[in-house]
């Protein structure tokens, strides 16, 4: 179920982040954050964020989507026992495939809870067929894996080190050179100034991410946090372009410490 290893080419990350709560800011989200610092130090970054409602229509045809995309997908909330958990059941249909009692998530939360994992606890081991579980090291009641989508719980505090075993366990061949990120604020700059510089400097260094972040502020002035992230050898060939242009045109401007 670990993506194909033999070509070192790993598909898209995406983060399906499930809940009604999240949606209406009853709770903020935690979990792009937490997964932003633990693909970084790996060399891996997020391509893709879906919110999504505890709807179990938008949960399958989402979820058959990106089943079908081939992307690795890590799903938070609504692996629960209550009826408005239905993550589990939305991922069964997405496959069509039966939902089953697996008996390595019985184990675990029957070690967890004794006699009180019936009726009810024992239902957070029911996945789709073919699944394999998520240990979870914060109460023993594990998440699950299949076709390279990784389901959590919404808890960022139980989460973080699921997501963390999951990268180690399953997608460790595809680790990188970390990537380092250089920025410099502009002050008093305007993104179309910048268009034709950027435009080559693409064209010069397409291995590096290149960024221009601009901003009002309140007393008027405009700013552009305008930067490189990418291997660290080729960033800093990269900066010493951005600053040597900085030079060139006699802009204002301050280093952005990172």
């Known amino acids: 179920m670990s993506a194909n290893s033999e070509n070192k080419t790993l598909p898209p990350i995406g983060l399906v982040i499930i809940g009604d709560e999240i949606l209406s800011s009853k709770r903020q989200d935690r979990h792009l954050?937490?997964?932003n610092e633990l693909l970084k130090p790996r060399g891996l970054h997020i391509s893709w964020v879906k919110m999504l409602g505890d709807n179990a229509d938008?949960?399958?045809?989402?979820?058959?989507?990106?089943f079908a995309d081939g992307d690795i997908v890590f799903s938070f909330g609504g692996i629960g026992a209550t009826p408005d958990d239905r993550t589990r059941q939305s991922a069964a249909l997405a496959l069509g495939v039966k939902i089953e009692?697996?008996?390595?998530?019985?184990?675990?939360?029957?070690?967890?809870?004794?006699?009180?994992?019936?009726?009810?606890?024992?239902?957070?081991?029911?996945?789709?067929q073919g699944a394999q579980i998520i240990p979870n090291f914060y109460n023993?009641?594990?998440g699950f894996s299949i076709q390279n989508h990784?389901?959590?719980?919404?808890?960022?505090?139980?989460?973080?080190?699921?997501?963390?075993?999951?990268?180690?366990n399953y997608y460790a061949d595809f680790?990188?050179?970390?990537?380092?990120?250089?920025?410099?604020?502009?002050?008093?700059?305007?993104?179309?100034?910048?268009?034709d510089f950027m435009q080559d400097f693409e064209e010069r260094f397409p291995q590096l991410r290149l960024f221009s972040l601009p901003s009002i502020h309140q007393d008027g002035r405009r700013?552009?946090?305008l930067g490189v992230e990418g291997p660290?050898?080729?960033?800093?060939?990269?900066?010493?372009?951005?600053?040597?242009?900085?030079?060139k045109r006699q802009q204002s401007y301050t280093l952005i410490e990172s």
């Open 33 to 35: 954050a937490q997964v």
């Open 140 to 142: 023993r009641v594990p």
């Open 58 to 66: 938008l949960l399958v045809k989402n979820l058959r989507q990106s």
């Open 150 to 168: 990784h389901f959590m719980p919404g808890f960022p505090m139980m989460a973080k080190p699921m997501v963390e075993w999951v990268l180690d």
């Open 101 to 128: 009692r697996h008996p390595d998530a019985v184990a675990e939360i029957e070690a967890q809870f004794g006699e009180d994992a019936y009726p009810k606890r024992v239902l957070m081991a029911e996945y789709p």
């Open 232 to 247: 660290a050898t080729i960033v800093e060939e990269g900066f010493a372009l951005i600053l040597a242009e900085m030079e």
């Open 223 to 225: 700013t552009i946090d």
């Open 175 to 195: 680790f990188q050179i970390p990537f380092i990120e250089k920025a410099v604020k502009i002050d008093q700059g305007h993104e179309s100034e910048w268009i």
